[in-house]
T-cell receptor
Framework: DSGVTQTPKHLITATGQRVTLRCSPR?????VYWYQQSLDQGLQFLIQ???????AKGNILERFSAQQFPDLHSELNLSSLELGDSALYFC???????????FGSGTRLTVV | SQELEQSPQSLIVQEGKNLTINCTSS?????LYWYKQKYGEGLIFLMM?????EEKSHEKITAKLDEKKQQSSLHITASQPSHAGIYLC????????????FGTGTRLQVTL
């Protein structure tokens, strides 16, 4: 157990639907990062939050949004889902620079 | 934006053999991270390198960051089936750890 908790582990939903992925960072970590991993694109950075504020943004689609709550857990919202959104979504947390990231076990999203 | 190229893309080695995986960056590396991923699972942090010429070891895995800080190598000595998986290098191209960019990964299989 890495200390980063992601729920649910698996999600199957239909095109056009909306889902929410949840991440609880490791205790003491203020930064949360979201990544998408697909077979053709590899591991792609989506967005980072630090202590409730958006800190960095990657190739995140407008249909996707995220937030970090006062208790530091984070949610990634995916809407108007398309088949191509099927992927593994990882959350990682970090205490700061020089300490690397700790990844959760991921949420496997399948859009049918 | 920073790009990371890993080579080889895949590798099959016999148990007991040594192997090397390379990670080359298009820009100067401020921090280079090695992770291992078992198929469809989360990423496990292996090592972080920051200074040119730095070398770190953990059990039978050694990673080096070259002097010019644009390339890193991961060397496994006397490979075992437990070493099988996908090895990913991640780089911090800004020095702020605001996000890590990952290479496409090297898939390692260890045969008996």
């Amino acid at each position: 157990d890495s200390g980063v908790t992601q729920t649910p582990k698996h999600l199957i939903t239909a095109t056009g639907q909306r889902v929410t992925l949840r991440c609880s960072p490791r205790s003491g970590d203020l930064s949360v990062y979201w990544y998408q991993q697909s077979l053709d694109q590899g591991l792609q950075f989506l967005i980072q939050y630090y202590n409730g504020e958006e800190r960095a943004k990657g190739n995140i689609l407008e249909r996707f949004s995220a937030q970090q709550f006062p208790d530091l857990h984070s949610e990634l919202n995916l809407s108007s889902l398309e088949l191509g959104d099927s992927a593994l979504y990882f959350c990682a947390s970090s205490v700061g620079v020089n300490y690397g990231y700790t990844f959760g076990s991921g949420t496997r999203l399948t859009v049918v | 934006s920073q790009e990371l190229e890993q080579s080889p893309q895949s590798l099959i080695v016999q148990e007991g053999k040594n192997l090397t995986i390379n990670c080359t960056s298009s820009k100067t590396l401020y921090g280079l991270y090695w992770y291992k991923q078992k198929y469809g699972e989360g990423l496990i942090f292996l090592m972080m390198l920051q200074k040119g010429g730095e070398e770190k070891s953990h059990e039978k895995i050694t990673a080096k960051l070259d002097e010019k800080k644009q390339q890193s190598s991961l060397h496994i000595t006397a490979s075992q089936p437990s070493h099988a998986g996908i090895y990913l290098c991640g780089a911090d191209g800004t020095g702020t750890a605001s996000k890590l960019t990952f290479g496409t990964g090297t898939r390692l299989q260890v045969t008996l």
